[in-house]
């Protein structure tokens, strides 16, 4: 699995969007981009994935850069609930593929 | 966290004692995978089962470590004679398939705090 790039911390306003960095300038054609979260003392909970085209379901969004090489994660109205580390997985779905947890990025979301 | 179910949440063993921590993955997911985090530290893999099959052991720990998944029942994490640095908590995940499919998302449990005094 390629590896990934994200800042170490990050802060936001309650209210206004967060938006997440990711770099995987070695992503592969088939490699999906995965993002999950982990408040503290929870299980990582999956957010959004995919693979070319930007996405976008009830939590966030995800956009993708035409050469895949790097992507945003967006919260459009962040809340003092989505304090957590971020986690940017590129990963292909298949056979024995597990997900690969780097450091992420731990988004403090402030009044 | 999609129906994934860890137990017990919180474990409290004595050093040489064995734990055993269980997970119910989400209905109709036939495949496993657990992880472990020590405290203050990221997630780090440790196995991958199919149903009566472990495919990828490679975070595994050698020794004292071991991981099943029958037919019937829950996987089961099994730490025998547990020391301090077993102390963390223990994350199960599962998914639908491992072959092919263009998702195929994995979702974790809530995981187990395993104490070892």
């Known amino acids: 699995d390629a590896k990934t790039t994200q800042p170490p911390s990050m802060d936001c306003a309650e209210g206004r969007a967060a938006n997440l960095p990711c770099n995987h300038s070695t992503i592969s054609g088939n490699e999906y981009v995965y993002w999950y979260r982990q408040i503290h003392s929870q299980g990582p909970q999956y957010i959004i994935h995919?693979?070319?085209n930007n996405e976008t379901n009830e939590m966030a969004s995800l956009i993708i850069t035409e050469d895949r090489k790097s992507s945003t994660l967006i919260l459009p109205h962040a809340t003092l609930r989505d304090t957590a580390v971020y986690y940017c997985i590129v990963r292909v779905p298949g056979t024995a593929s597990k997900l690969t947890f780097g450091t992420g990025t731990r988004l403090q979301v402030t009044l | 966290n999609a129906g994934v179910m860890q137990n017990p949440r919180h474990l409290v063993r004595r050093r040489g004692q064995e734990a055993r921590l269980r997970c119910s993955p989400v209905k109709g997911h036939s495949h496993v995978y657990w992880y472990r985090q020590l405290p203050e530290e990221g997630l780090k893999f440790m196995v991958y089962?199919?149903?009566?099959?472990?495919?990828?052991e490679s975070g595994m720990p050698k020794e004292r470590f071991s991981a099943e998944f029958p037919k019937e029942g829950p996987s089961i994490l099994r730490i025998q004679q547990v020391v301090r640095g077993d102390s963390a908590a223990y994350f199960c995940?599962?998914?639908?398939?491992?072959?092919?499919?263009?998702?195929?998302?994995?979702?974790f449990g809530e995981g187990s705090w395993l104490t070892v005094v």
């Open positions: 089962l199919q149903k009566e099959n472990i495919i990828d």
């Open positions: 995919g693979l070319k």
């Open positions: 995940a599962s998914s639908l398939s491992g072959t092919g499919d263009s998702g195929n998302t994995i979702y």
